[in-house]
């Protein structure tokens, strides 16, 4: 059930349809805010109103809905809902490789719609967060590999084994108020500078 409510950009080429999207949302709880006939325009106002989610049809003149998804995911991602007065294998297939979280069937019944909105803001949610660890695991692993880069500079050039080398970045650390991976990439600039004076 969804309880928040959205700021949604709804697209169709048929005017009964989005009569019918405008019409149904409020009453539903989410306020619309951005109407469009077309792909193209689609995302120029998403571009101007930054929704929180895209309903949209597939097929559409100048872009479909697949395009205009993926052209507005570029830009910011949202998830989207698709709408299609077709099941169709091969679109479903290409709507995989968007931020496409869930699709409707036309006639679209208020209580689907419902179901989908939820849908496509859980599974959104979901995937923004996989995301997000996927980048915060890799800086860990990228600082990980400069702080011992750092260590190993310090044990060459102090002559100090690697708990003492270790010790000596984290005093240094505490002592700036800075932290560890700052020190450690002062002491990688550092040496290239020692390194650059060796070599003149």
Do not use: W
Not at 13 to 20: G, I, L, P, S
Not at 52 to 79: C, S
Not at 165 to 189: F, H, M, P
Request: net charge negative; glycine share 4%.
């Amino acid at each position: 059930m969804m309880n928040r409510s959205l700021r949604i950009a709804v697209a169709d080429d048929e005017r009964d349809m989005r009569e019918y999207l405008q019409t149904i949302l409020p009453t539903l709880g989410h306020e619309v805010v951005a109407v469009a006939e077309t792909g193209k325009q689609l995302l120029e106002r998403c571009r101007a109103t930054h929704p929180d989610l895209v309903v949209t049809d597939i097929r559409m003149p100048d872009m479909d809905g697949i395009q205009a998804a993926a052209e507005i995911n570029r830009d910011r991602p949202v998830p989207v809902v698709l709408v299609s007065g077709y099941q169709d294998g091969e679109l479903l297939k290409r709507a995989e490789n968007e931020n496409v979280m869930a699709y409707l069937v036309k006639p679209v019944k208020a209580g689907d719609l419902t179901a989908a909105l939820g849908l496509a803001v859980l599974r959104f949610e979901q995937l923004q967060a996989a995301r997000k660890e996927a980048v915060d695991l890799r800086r860990t692993l990228d600082e990980r590999k400069t702080i011992e880069r750092a260590k190993g500079i310090v044990m060459r050039r102090l002559g100090v084994d690697e708990a003492e080398a270790y010790r000596r970045l984290r005093q240094q650390a505490s002592d700036r108020n800075l932290k560890l991976i700052e020190v450690a990439r002062t002491v990688l600039g550092a040496d290239e500078v020692f390194q650059m004076l060796d070599h003149t």
